[in-house]
């Protein structure tokens, strides 16, 4: 008996009973589509995360004031004041790969236009600011120096700030905002950046002079966090070294002391993201995968019920002529077009569920071709795997025995 006529044998075997056929696949579509919709959303989650970063600037560096320790016990870092405006003169004055850098403190406040309010935060920063951070100014005009030097009650304000604190339309160039009680007077509105890898808001800002938001907002002389950017991404590493070595400097630290500070860069950030993303996606596809063998459990029962029922047909397919191995390849085909079958059927639906998942969660729509390729053979493993045990069976029946059951 040749292949082609096994294939017909196993295709007009599973016709006769459809309803049974896709119930046994459904375990595999259910599995297959899992694994695809999973991964494919963690490259998704992956992408996203790298595209949010690059728009923050890949050479994107970031000085915070290290935590405090009491005890044994991690007091945070929000009562440390080991960064000052010198650091940043001492890095503007010493780093060879530094591009630039500005001071960073923020405060949170409601802001107030009118009959209108809002509960925002104000980020206080240099001139260099906005070019560290990727923002671009849509209209309007960033501070000066000049600004600075007098605590200007000046700012610049995000997209979401103009929808919830002015009509429609109306131009808040030149109009005065309250933050808390102190009166800003805008001077320019940010291009539009929307959500950052961790879902915040990036629109939702008022940016003004760092001495503005230090003598007139928190009455402080400690900054918040410096924030700078290395020439180029090749050189992120180095001036991150450059840096640290300042601020030992800066800081007066012993060989032997550690750091009252703490430098990091979006790559670093990058990685780290990237390593929770991909357990989490390990995990997810993990549990995907144990329905897939739940579905080629299913497909071995099956496989055994249908033996079972056709013993007297492969009696007489014996008793004519055919052999052990082709009722072998009979059966092993059988389950691997079942499972075969119902892995393209999950490939497809994976794809779609990953495409609507994208769209509700407004990320990059993703495919991962090795997970395809991967899902498709896996689903023709299970289907030999599985099916071989009944398939052994059948080719071992006994043609008389065969044909005298009942």
Wanted: proline residues 2%; contains cysteine.
């Amino acid at each position: 008996m040749n292949f082609s006529n096994l294939i017909k044998i196993a295709y007009t075997a599973l016709l006769r009973n459809t309803t049974r056929a896709l119930l046994t696949m459904l375990g595999i579509i259910i599995g297959i589509a899992s694994v695809i919709a999973m991964v494919n959303m963690g490259q998704s989650s992956q992408a996203q995360i790298e595209e949010n970063i690059s728009s923050m600037g890949t050479n994107l560096i970031m000085v915070m004031r290290a935590h405090q320790r009491g005890g044994g016990v991690n007091l945070g870092n929000a009562n440390s004041q080991s960064l000052k405006l010198a650091d940043v003169e001492a890095i503007k004055a010493q780093a060879k790969y530094v591009d630039a850098v500005s001071p960073s403190v923020n405060a949170s406040g409601q802001l107030v236009n009118g009959s209108k309010n809002w509960p925002g935060s104000m980020q206080g920063g240099s001139v260099e600011y906005l070019a560290i951070k990727k923002y671009e100014i849509a209209y309007g005009t960033n501070f000066t120096e000049q600004d600075i030097a007098s605590y200007a009650k000046v700012c610049l304000i995000g997209k979401t700030i103009v929808e919830n604190l002015f009509e429609e339309g109306e131009n808040p160039i030149g109009k005065e905002i309250r933050f808390g009680k102190i009166p800003m007077k805008i001077i320019g509105v940010l291009e539009e950046k929307g959500q950052n890898s961790m879902g915040q808001d990036q629109d939702d800002i008022l940016i003004a002079p760092y001495s503005t938001v230090q003598k007139r907002i928190l009455a402080q002389n400690h900054l918040n966090m410096i924030y700078a950017s290395a020439k180029n991404e090749d050189v992120c590493h180095l001036a991150t070294e450059e840096i640290e070595k300042i601020l030992r400097t800066s800081h007066n630290l012993s060989p032997d002391a550690t750091n009252d500070f703490e430098v990091r860069t979006q790559a670093e950030m990058l990685e780290m993201m990237s390593s929770v993303v991909g357990t989490i996606t390990s995990l997810l596809t993990a549990t995907a995968i144990i329905s897939l063998i739940v579905g080629g459990i299913g497909i071995m029962n099956i496989m055994y019920v249908t033996v079972t029922e056709r013993t007297k047909e492969i009696g007489l397919r014996m008793a004519i002529g055919a052999k052990a191995k082709d009722v072998l390849w009979q059966f092993l085909i059988e389950s691997g077009m079942l499972s075969v079958v119902g892995g393209i059927i999950g490939i497809i639906v994976g794809i779609i569920a990953s495409y609507v998942i994208a769209q509700i969660m407004m990320s990059p729509f993703v495919v991962s071709v090795g997970a395809v390729f991967m899902a498709f053979f896996v689903s023709a493993f299970i289907g030999i795997f599985f099916g071989w045990l009944p398939a052994k069976k059948a080719a071992k029946l006994d043609p008389i025995t065969a044909l005298r059951y009942e």
